[in-house]
């Protein structure tokens, strides 16, 4: 196989929210991502007023940005510390409640109501929870993503979306024999296979 040593390599919950604690997050981009605003017309495709959805979101600027432009957001993190930090420095004022199909789930939603960011396991979600998405952002999902389990993240992702929705997924390229991730290495036969 190409992906050379990942294919067993599993970080955990713990060593995620661990990275948020110590400031250990080279993947947030304070900038945003220069190829979602030279791709955000096939992600809009000319629509408005969109559910968009945000895997792993931790505090992404463009969640603002989107929901700014009248599109709702929805986002899944699972450092509560993220979500929260999302909020303040954007200066939204938001709520905070339990999700009660997910023991232990929060959900914080801004006073607005158009972006709602679930503080969970991504795999706890499913579309009775969080309905049906038109467009995914997926910045640093599907390479974050345990390469054992990225079968269970395809499938919930393409269970999480309408039949005409876009999904805009960046990836990163690299010889996976020198590097442990993440962000893993994921070649493009591989997605294809998962998302058809």
């Excluded at 510390?81 to 200066?91: G, L, P, R, Y």
């Excluded at 991504?122 to 345990?146: E, P, Q, T």
């Excluded at 393409?158 to 020198?178: A, C, F, G, M």
Aim: with cysteine; net charge negative; glycine share 8%.
């Amino acid at each position: 196989s190409d992906v050379g040593s990942q294919k067993e390599r599993v970080v955990t919950e713990e060593e995620w929210l661990q990275k948020w604690e110590m400031g250990n997050i080279g993947f947030h981009l304070e900038q945003g991502h220069p190829l979602f605003k030279k791709y955000l017309d096939v992600l809009l495709n000319g629509r408005s007023g969109l559910r968009i959805f945000f895997p792993l979101c931790g505090k992404a600027v463009e969640m603002k940005w989107l929901a700014d432009m009248g599109h709702s957001v929805v986002g899944v993190e699972v450092s509560e510390q993220a979500v929260k930090q999302f909020f303040s420095e954007h200066s939204l004022p938001y709520c905070e409640e339990p999700v009660p199909e997910i023991s232990g789930a929060k959900m914080f939603q801004s006073t607005s109501g158009n972006i709602s960011l679930y503080c969970c396991s991504i795999y706890d979600l499913s579309s009775s929870i969080v309905g049906k998405f038109d467009g995914v952002w997926d910045r640093g999902a599907l390479v974050a993503v345990n390469p054992c389990d990225r079968q269970r993240y395809a499938s919930l992702m393409i269970n999480l979306v309408e039949k005409n929705s876009s999904y805009l997924l960046i990836t990163v390229s690299y010889d996976p024999n020198k590097y442990k991730g993440p962000p893993f290495y994921v070649p493009e036969s591989e997605i294809k296979s998962l998302f058809g």
